[in-house]
């Protein structure tokens, strides 16, 4: 349902975070995701991006269990630290 105008500024928003994630997590590369429709796997229903950071020769895994509040408080803090030092 999004415009093209929100379309491209959800991945302008995609690439400033990719970047970061990247930086942040020493990655290799990214990989994004977004789902639409329930046929899709879109279990949601907001538009949203899975932006994930990934190491050469680790495979994606399937969905699971949300990671530890702490954790993710950790790896937001990373991200934010990035996001910081490219302005």
């Known amino acids: 349902d999004a415009t093209p105008q929100q379309l491209a500024a959800c991945l302008n928003t995609v690439q400033k975070i990719g970047n970061a994630m990247m930086a942040a997590f020493n990655a290799d590369g990214i990989t994004i995701q977004q789902f639409n429709e329930a046929a899709a796997g879109q279990e949601v229903s907001h538009l949203h991006y899975h932006v994930l950071p990934r190491k050469e020769g680790v495979s994606?895994?399937?969905p699971g269990d949300m990671e530890k509040p702490?954790?993710?408080?950790e790896n937001a803090g990373k991200i934010r630290q990035a996001l910081n030092a490219v302005g």
């Open 60 to 62: 994606l895994r399937p």
């Open 70 to 73: 702490e954790v993710v408080k």
